[in-house]
């Protein structure tokens, strides 16, 4: 609309300056409008989900990012556990939202945060530890005016993992929240539960990462599996496979001895190169390792279907200690069998089969080999992943919320 009303006032010859004014009244208008209409959308929301809490979560990363994460799973869960979830987003690159877009009942991605923020009745604000935007500042305003913060501690306050440096503001809001009871923490992993338990006894609750069991326990046709899968499938070797990020966690050396000492088998490797790091090590060198870019969520079971045994080969520092794999549970619910190095996450599940250095890992992809048909340990698989559905997470949420209030 703006771009019309310019390109006549150019037809006409008008001046810079007169272009400017006009654009200028044309945006105005259309915000009075938009407001007007997203403001009318947001009552309309508040009254189909009259008596519900009321869960925001400010501007972090955009839905539709290629992998859905922690955020995205827990809002859809929470909503369908009686929650009303409003999930902001800047319109990034996935992202193209005006006013309130429904994702299922209960949960509403929208770009009107200015909106919901100023939603009168009180409301919990779900801010991840990944957040380096939202200061203490804006923690403390709406504590003092009655409304909750869920803190999500779900990684190590890491440069290695924002990708750039971190400022000291970040910090100080991570220990004033950690300090404050008001604030509900929610670490996802133990070596963070830890240090929370170093600033309270009380409104803290472990809830590791989870799985949304329904769409990596289906069936996949053979017939439906990427070019990829199927071009591994025809070599008849069996197929070891990952997915995720590639960064400095991940242990590329673990990969090319498995590569070199076993030629018997392929390596699938699906996912984001996150820092770089993978160009250092030419893995599309060895003739045994295939590596893909990233998979949209929707389509990774048209590609992992056809592991035969699924990994997690990182490195163990500060990070991978604190790191609860969501692609751990998501292994678990294809029922594939899992080897992984020896990350305290991952020691804690009957399931998994635990490496304690590189050829100890080697040893255990030829005994998961083994397991793949192995209807016990099948089970295993089956009941762990079940116990850590994101639903039974949400559950978990909604327990340590409603207890202390």
């Known amino acids: 609309m703006v771009e019309k009303v310019i390109k006549k006032v150019k037809q006409k010859g008008l001046k810079a300056t007169a272009i400017f004014a006009v654009k200028r009244l044309v945006n105005i208008f259309l915000k009075g409008y938009y407001d007007k209409k997203h403001k009318k959308e947001l009552n309309s929301i508040l009254q189909k989900h009259k008596d519900k809490k009321i869960i925001i979560m400010p501007p972090l990363v955009d839905w539709n990012i290629p992998l859905y994460q922690r955020p995205q799973h827990l809002s859809k869960n929470l909503a369908k556990n009686g929650v009303l979830y409003f999930y902001c987003t800047n319109n990034g690159l996935y992202d193209n939202i005006n006013g309130f877009k429904e994702i299922v009942n209960g949960c509403y991605l929208t770009n009107r945060f200015d909106l919901v923020d100023a939603i009168e009745q009180k409301k919990y604000y779900d801010i991840n530890s990944t957040d380096n935007k939202t200061d203490w500042n804006f923690i403390k305003d709406r504590l003092d005016r009655g409304d909750k913060i869920i803190y999500q501690y779900i990684d190590e306050i890491s440069e290695n993992i924002s990708g750039h440096s971190i400022p000291k503001e970040v910090y100080k809001k991570h220990i004033n929240i950690l300090k404050d009871s008001r604030c509900y923490v929610v ?69 090319i001895k498995l590569a070199t000492k076993k030629e018997d088998i392929n390596i699938l490797l699906l996912g984001v190169d996150y820092d770089g790091s993978i160009k250092k090590y030419n893995l599309d060198s060895y003739k045994n390792i295939t590596i893909a870019g990233p998979i949209e969520y929707k389509n990774l079971p048209k590609y992992a279907s056809c592991f035969d045994v699924s990994i997690i080969p990182f490195v163990l520092n500060e990070i991978t200690e604190s790191t609860s794999p969501i692609k751990l549970f998501e292994y678990m619910a294809m029922g594939k069998p899992i080897v992984t190095t020896n990350m305290p996450e991952c020691r804690k599940y009957k399931s998994v089969l635990i490496a304690l250095n590189h050829n100890n890992f080697i040893e255990k992809i030829d005994k998961a080999l083994k397991l793949k048909s192995n209807q016990e340990y099948l089970n295993i698989l089956n009941k762990e992943a079940n116990e850590n559905s994101w639903e039974a997470k949400a559950k978990n949420l909604l327990e340590l919320i409603n207890s202390n209030e």
């Open 187 to 255: 670490p996802s992993a133990t070596k963070l539960e830890n240090e929370v338990k170093e600033y309270r006894d009380k409104n803290y609750k472990l809830i590791t990462n989870g799985v949304e069991i329904e769409h990596f326990s289906k069936k996949i046709d053979p017939n439906e599996y990427s070019q990829i899968a199927k071009k591994l499938i025809a070599e008849g070797k069996p197929i070891i496979g990952y997915f995720g990020a590639f960064a400095s966690w991940f242990d590329y050396e673990l990969i």
